[in-house]
């Protein structure tokens, strides 16, 4: 089954609204956990990361949680701008012990004026 | 700083062809990564290298895909037998490999497009 459960896209909002994009995991252990953001017409780039349980990662507004217990680390940002809109990937490893991280399908956040 | 580079950026070819895809690191860092990702999907791992040795090949799909990092830098993905199925957008990405296994980022090429007619 698949090792990464990212929420579906496209996600459209108006700008300064509240963003939350859901990712969940079936790694066991500890592994790192990561977002990863492609910007239209750029490569894939680290936008946060977490690396032990209960981190928050923070980067350009956007937060996230390490949640072990839930196996979560979901996306959020409390004000979204137009220059956001982008594709974002969940980045946990898959299971069974690997530590390559393994992109969930990519949530298109398109964000309006 | 130069980031990650790749070539070609495109590439198409007819089926049954022979290809090869080179990715160049990030200068320094000891892990590279090559993956594949078809439209409207997330990147999906072929092979991971510590130095020279391929570490985690465990994402190749079949024997026609081989990867090779001779020297510990650059990189080269080879497909045989080219089939159209195989046409996606190969990534290439690097990271520095010094710190704990599995904490490293990864800082991605622009990709090269695969055409398989």
């Known amino acids: 089954g698949d090792s990464v459960t990212q929420m579906e896209g496209p996600v459209t909002l108006s700008e300064e609204a509240f963003l939350t994009i859901n990712c969940t995991y079936t790694?066991?252990?500890?592994?790192?956990l990561f977002w990863y953001v492609q910007y239209p017409g750029e490569g894939l780039q680290l936008l946060l990361k977490?690396?032990?349980?209960?981190d928050k990662g923070s980067n350009k507004g956007f937060e996230a949680t390490y949640r072990k217990e839930t196996t979560s680390f979901h996306l959020e940002k409390g004000s979204v701008q137009v220059s956001d809109s982008a594709v974002y990937f969940c980045?946990?490893?898959?299971?069974?012990?690997?530590?390559?991280?393994?992109f969930g399908r990519g949530t298109s956040l398109i964000v309006h004026p | 700083g130069a980031g990650v580079s790749q070539t070609p950026s495109n590439k198409v070819t007819e089926k049954g062809k022979y290809v090869e895809l080179r990715c160049d690191p990030i200068?320094?860092?000891?892990?590279l990564y090559w993956y594949r990702q078809s439209l409207g999907q997330g990147p999906e791992f072929l092979i991971y290298?510590?130095?020279?040795?391929?570490?985690?090949d465990s994402g190749l799909p079949n024997d026609r895909f081989f990867a090779v990092r001779p020297e510990g830098s650059v990189s080269t993905l080879k497909i045989q037998r080219t089939e159209r199925g195989d046409s996606a957008v190969y990534l290439c990405?690097?990271?520095?490999?010094?710190?704990?296994?599995?904490?490293?980022?990864?800082?991605f090429g622009p990709g090269t497009r695969l055409t398989v007619l």
């Open positions: 790694a066991t252990g500890y592994p790192s």
């Open positions: 200068s320094g860092h000891t892990a």
């Open positions: 980045a946990p490893p898959a299971s069974g012990g690997s530590y390559i991280p393994t």
């Open positions: 290298f510590q130095g020279t040795g391929a570490a985690d």
């Open positions: 990405a690097s990271s520095p490999g010094q710190g704990t296994f599995g904490t490293d980022t990864q800082y």
């Open positions: 977490a690396t032990k349980a209960d």
